[in-house]
């Protein structure tokens, strides 16, 4: 039973650029959410979304940052025009009832 | 404004001791909780969990403290053992079936001694 899949794990962006990270949930889930972490700090919710549908995007930057989940493929998070403050960790978690479980992460780097 | 929060940034424990890791929250709309454990580069593993409606619940070496009336839970580790030596996030949301937003704390970097 594979787990929650990320890829790239590691991207590396110019400023001005976009990064595109993707996320499979977990067989059978349904739920996928979206955090940030930036270094010695814990994770930041961004966006819950279900199939085809956002959820609850109160965590996501108002500019630049978009998700989609759509009915086919993965969940992609869209993060067009990168700036150095963009570099972090990017988790995605999947879940279908009460515990969200978490996929490796990826780790973008803007120069 | 940090609505889950984890005081001790880094704790060091015998093997073989107890290791308990502290998470203090202020939001009183939270009712569910959860202890998170990572390992360097990669993504967090879940632990165990807690809901208002219970003081504690055990999983084998890990049990969690819940008290509401001071915001305050715990996390359990006996015996500790090195391959417990992770950073550990509790975090919190409020229970709604289905969606959770979850609000995590700054972690705890915990180190087991041979």
């Known amino acids: 039973n594979a787990g929650v899949m990320q890829n790239p794990r590691h991207l590396v962006r110019r400023r001005g650029q976009e990064a595109r990270l993707r996320c499979s949930p977990m067989?059978?889930?349904?739920?996928v959410y979206w955090y940030r972490q930036l270094p010695e700090e814990g994770l930041k919710f961004m966006v819950y979304?279900?199939?085809?549908?956002?959820?609850?995007e109160s965590g996501m930057p108002k500019e630049r940052f978009s998700a989609e989940f759509p009915k086919e493929g993965p969940s992609i998070l869209r993060i067009q025009q990168v700036v150095r403050g963009d570099s972090a960790a990017y988790f995605c978690?999947?879940?279908?009832?009460?515990?969200?479980?978490f996929g490796p992460g990826t780790r973008l780097t803007v120069l | 404004d940090q609505q889950v929060k984890q005081n001790s940034p880094s704790l060091r424990v015998q093997e073989g001791r107890i290791s308990i890791l502290n998470c203090d929250y202020t939001?009183?709309?939270?009712?569910?909780f959860l202890w998170y454990k990572k390992y360097p580069a990669e993504g967090p593993t879940f632990l165990i969990s807690?809901?208002?409606?219970?003081d504690k619940n055990e999983d084998g070496r890990f049990t969690v403290f819940l008290n509401k009336s001071a915001k305050h839970l715990s996390l359990h580790i006996v015996p500790s053992q090195p391959g417990d030596s992770a950073v550990y996030f509790c975090?919190?949301?409020?229970?709604?079936?289905?969606?959770?937003?979850?609000?995590f704390g700054q972690g705890t970097r915990l180190t087991i001694n041979p």
């Open positions: 978690a999947s879940a279908q009832a009460d515990t969200q479980y």
């Open positions: 067989k059978g889930h349904s739920h």
């Open positions: 979304l279900q199939k085809e549908n956002i959820i609850d």
């Open positions: 939001n009183s709309m939270f009712d569910y």
């Open positions: 807690i809901s208002s409606i219970k």
């Open positions: 975090a919190a949301s409020p229970w709604i079936q289905g969606a959770q937003k979850l609000v």
